[in-house]
């Protein structure tokens, strides 16, 4: 299991973890599907979420839900974390589960590490989800 902390841009679908949903927006079409951002935390960070298809239906605020080789990318000028077409997401619980909102790593600025060829941490570009921004 990673937490969401832990997350790192890549193009493999290898994320398996698990979060609560905080807050879902309203669905849009990208022409073919139904597409929908949410925000998404674990006791260590929180991170967009982007659901596709039935996935925006399916959860709820409040919703934990488990996810098995999703991954992390850049999708439409943001960081999302997304099952993809190999991931698998489902609810295994509700309402009870330890989170903070901060930080977003959706909020990172990632930038490629010449050396090693991954994405490392450049600095914060919000301290909060700046598509979800927290209730004053």
Not at 17 to 30: E, Q, R, V, Y
Not at 52 to 60: K, V, Y
């Amino acid at each position: 299991m990673v937490w969401l902390k832990d997350l790192v841009p890549a193009a493999q679908n290898n994320i398996n973890t698990h979060f609560i949903l905080l807050d879902k927006g309203n669905a849009t079409s990208d022409g073919q599907n139904k597409v929908c951002m949410a925000l998404v935390a674990d006791k260590t960070a929180a991170v967009h979420l982007q659901l596709w298809g039935e996935e925006c239906d399916a959860f709820e605020a409040g919703d934990i839900i488990r996810m098995e080789n999703g991954i992390f990318s850049y999708n439409r000028n943001n960081w999302v974390l997304r099952a993809g077409k190999r991931g698998k997401i489902e609810k295994v619980g509700e309402f009870t589960m330890e989170f903070v909102e901060t930080p977003n790593m959706s909020e990172i600025k990632w930038v490629p590490d010449p050396t090693t060829k991954k994405y490392v941490q450049d600095s914060v570009v919000s301290s909060h989800s700046r598509i979800f921004p927290p209730i004053p």
